[in-house]
């Protein structure tokens, strides 16, 4: 069946300093690769949409500068948080799926900034 | 631009007793329709999922929704809770043409009592 992991489940990182975040697709070619983020008590925003040969597209409020996505083949993906602070914490979600294919969401990795 | 609204951001039942969940959405078109359920401190589980087709969906663990063209909504109902339905539920849409990007309600947070 199709899978979708993140690595790490569960990160704390101090203010100021970048973390990384992976997400692999196990089962099926992940032609898109969507970031999620819920801030505490929140709702998942999307952070951006990285799909194969074409551009990543982030949504307002989030940019490449901040969170840098790398989609090197059609089962990985991963996303760095630079400069991390306070308002960055919260749970990461990946969600991958193939053309024409529903997407699949990973179980997330949880960022806590110190 | 789409949007989905869940009403109701907390929810109490009593063991044993009926559930229906709130979902009302905007869009240009008929999106594909999603129901997810979150766990203290997990990520996303799918319930169920709608596309076409018989409006009154089937999930798992005895959920269902049904799909209103009509009123813009996709209600969730349990004819029967159990302490362990307690959590957080999202509703989403989601294109089917385009990015397929996903668009979360607020959410609602079940808790279900003795």
């Known amino acids: 069946g199709a899978l979708v992991y993140q690595y790490p489940r569960r990160t704390i990182c101090k203010s100021g300093t970048s973390m990384r975040m992976e997400c692999q697709a196990v089962?099926?070619?992940?032609?898109?690769v969507a970031w999620y983020r819920q801030s505490p008590q929140k709702t998942f925003e999307l952070i951006a949409l990285s799909t194969v040969n074409s551009a990543i597209k982030y949504e307002q409020n989030f940019t490449q500068e901040k969170f840098p996505i790398s989609h090197p083949n059609l089962s990985f993906s991963s996303m760095t948080v630079l400069n991390a602070y306070l308002e960055d914490r919260g749970l990461y979600l990946c969600?991958?799926?193939?053309?024409?294919?529903?997407?699949?969401f990973g179980p997330g990795t949880r960022l806590t900034v110190l | 631009a789409q949007s989905v609204t869940q009403p109701d951001a907390r929810v109490t039942v009593s063991e044993g007793a009926s559930l229906q969940l709130r979902c009302k959405y905007s869009?240009?078109?008929?999106?594909?329709l999603f129901w997810y359920v979150q766990y203290p401190r997990q990520g996303l589980q799918l319930l169920l999922k709608y596309y076409s087709g018989d409006p009154v969906v089937q999930g798992v663990n005895g959920f269902e929704a049904e799909f209103s063209k009509s009123n813009s909504s996709f209600h969730l109902r349990k004819a029967s809770v159990h302490w362990s339905d307690s959590a957080v539920y999202f509703c989403a849409v989601s294109m089917n043409t385009g990015n397929y990007k996903y668009v979360f309600g607020a959410g609602t947070r079940l808790k279900v009592i003795a």
């Open positions: 869009s240009s078109v008929t999106p594909y």
């Open positions: 089962g099926f070619q992940a032609t898109s």
């Open positions: 969600g991958a799926r193939w053309t024409g294919g529903e997407q699949y």
